[in-house]
């Protein structure tokens, strides 16, 4: 398959919108990820690809530890922001009304759908990416935020009265 026609099939795989994490203040750098997925539980392990041109790729090596954050509809602005899509960088990305810490100093995003707090255990090095395998130290969740995905280039969400009428029918 060429890897034009892969692409426009994978746009319409709707995937969670998270932001990959790493550092402590004043060296905080994230990203806006879709390619992130649980791995193991025994021990809990997740997944992420992060491409090895991007900025974060590098920190995420040095600091050994990773948040991921699992964007809520009402995150769009932060998708963007980390997605390189307004010309704010590095730390001035985190706001400390959106941002707190975990033990391990990694970004924690307040009012996330999850976060969870990582250390990097393995790296898998594929072409112009990079699979980085997270032991998950601690997490939490917000179980009334609402999910934000993508799909096909827009910002969609679950909608749960359209699921249940689906299951009703």
């Not at 602005?77 to 704010?88: E, N, R, S, T």
């Not at 975990?102 to 250390?119: G, I, N, Q």
Request: with cysteine.
């Amino acid at each position: 398959m060429n890897p034009k026609a892969f692409l426009q099939l994978m746009r319409k795989h709707p995937a969670a919108v998270n932001i990959i994490a790493t550092g402590k203040a004043p060296h905080r750098t994230g990203m806006t990820v879709s390619a992130f997925m649980s791995l193991t539980a025994e021990p809990p392990t997740v997944v992420c690809a992060i491409n090895r041109n991007a900025f974060s790729y590098a920190h995420m090596t040095d600091n050994q530890v990773f948040s991921v954050n699992t964007l809520s509809v009402e995150h769009v602005d932060l998708a963007k922001l980390f997605a390189g899509q307004a010309q704010v960088f590095g730390d001035e990305r985190f706001d400390e009304a959106h941002w707190q810490a975990f033990d391990s100093d990694s970004p924690c995003l307040r009012h996330a759908v999850m976060s969870l707090e990582c250390r990097l255990i393995r790296q898998v090095q594929e072409n112009t990416h990079c699979l980085m395998i997270g032991e998950v130290i601690s997490g939490h969740c917000n179980d009334s935020a609402i999910p934000l995905l993508y799909r096909d280039g827009e910002w969609v969400t679950t909608s749960p009265p359209l699921v249940q009428q689906a299951l009703q029918a």
